[in-house]
């Protein structure tokens, strides 16, 4: 696609509940990112993928969060049993050449979890 | 470790008026630095990038900024603001071997008509 598609736009979830967020980057790209971004906060890395490779995921702020790329595309972001504290917004975002930064990274318009 | 320090949460301009976002970086090693643009509801825009070739660097929409290794700074200008710079601009420096971008907690940039 044209950009970094992020779904759903807006989910509230119970808490204790599971939760899952999709991102579809742009086709081709190699790397993929998630961000979390509470409010009023700038955005803190929470996993990277080359491919379908999870190369690092030092961000996860718990066991509770869970990233996929089975196949190098797609990717999920899975919360399981939410708290309080995960209501953010999740960004997803996509880049062409690994860790180049002079490729430049796509980011998705995110979603935003509301955990009440 | 690598991180940024954003000088100003809030700036407020009065239009036709220059634009001054200061950011100030740490990094162990030779930085890439950027700016994100955040209009509300849409997602993060490059503004600029320093990838260590020109100090200063033009980005889209006549902003600037220029990198200052003796003052560790990368500060955001424009000559004249126009009401649709109304956002929320990020200062990055990029993390580490992955790629990873650390983020400034950001200022919000407020132009009076």
């Known amino acids: 696609g044209a950009g970094v598609s992020q779904s759903p736009r807006y989910k509230v979830a119970k808490r204790g509940q599971d939760v899952a967020l999709r991102c579809d980057p742009i086709?081709?790209?190699?790397?993929l990112f998630w961000y979390q971004q509470a409010l009023g906060q700038g955005p803190e890395f929470l996993t990277y993928?080359?491919?379908?490779?999870?190369?690092?995921k030092s961000g996860l702020p718990s066991d509770r969060f869970f990233a996929e790329r089975p196949e190098g595309s797609v990717s999920t972001l899975k919360i399981q049993r939410t708290q309080q504290e995960d209501s953010a917004v999740y960004l997803c975002?996509?880049?062409?050449?690994?860790?180049?930064?002079?490729?430049?990274?796509?980011f998705g318009s995110g979603t935003r979890l509301t955990v009440v | 470790a690598q991180s940024v320090t954003q000088l100003d949460s809030h700036v407020s301009v009065s239009e036709g008026t220059p634009v001054l976002l200061r950011c100030n970086y740490s990094?162990?090693?030779?930085?890439?630095l950027f700016w994100y643009v955040q209009h509300p509801n849409k997602g993060l825009q490059l503004l600029l990038k320093?990838?260590?070739?020109?100090?200063l660097v033009k980005g889209i929409n006549g902003f600037e900024a220029e990198f200052k290794k003796s003052e560790t700074s990368f500060h955001l200008t424009k000559p004249s603001a126009h009401m649709s710079d109304a956002a929320e601009y990020f200062c990055?420096?990029?993390?580490?071997?992955?790629?990873?971008?650390?983020f400034g907690k950001g200022t919000k940039l407020s132009v009076k008509p």
């Open positions: 993928f080359q491919n379908e490779a999870q190369l690092d």
């Open positions: 975002a996509s880049s062409l050449g690994g860790t180049n930064l002079n490729y430049g990274y796509t």
């Open positions: 320093y990838t260590s070739a020109a100090t």
């Open positions: 990094s162990s090693y030779s930085p890439s």
């Open positions: 990055v420096v990029s993390g580490g071997s992955q790629g990873n971008l650390i």
């Open positions: 086709s081709g790209h190699v790397s």
